[in-house]
């Protein structure tokens, strides 16, 4: 029932822009922080964004602050991940993260499937 749908990866040349979708279905959308993840092979997963259920609060790591931004619409239940300035080093798999913020349902975590993305001249 719940799923998280990644799209928008792809090739792009260092320097390039590319945006990350995830629509979201079978939960409260609007009740969960939403978050993206990469991993690229051999690494570990890491977060390169975050944003609160609202909308109000963002946090990125250094390696991306200022090159990516994550935002949603509730009213689509999508989250955004805009991508500029990309480099080689982004190359990996992006995923979809959902997190409940409420007490009742704070163990309620879902994941999507992941998108590419690779960044090559």
């Known amino acids: 029932q719940v799923q998280l749908v990644e799209s928008g990866g792809g090739l792009v040349q260092p320097g390039g822009s590319l945006r990350l979708s995830c629509a979201a279905s079978?939960?409260?959308?609007?009740?969960?922080?939403m978050s993206w993840y990469r991993q690229a092979p051999g690494k570990e997963r890491e977060l390169v964004a975050a944003i609160t259920s609202d909308g109000g609060t963002t946090n990125y790591p250094d390696s991306v602050k200022g090159r990516f931004t994550i935002s949603r619409d509730n009213a689509k239940n999508t989250v955004y991940l805009q991508m500029n300035s990309l480099k080689p080093e982004d190359t990996a798999v992006y995923y979809c993260?959902?997190?409940?913020?409420?007490?009742?349902?704070?163990?309620?975590?879902?994941w999507g499937q992941g998108t590419q993305v690779t960044v090559s001249s």
């Open positions: 993260n959902a997190q409940a913020e409420t007490m009742q349902a704070m163990s309620h975590n879902y």
């Open positions: 079978g939960f409260t959308f609007s009740t969960y922080g």
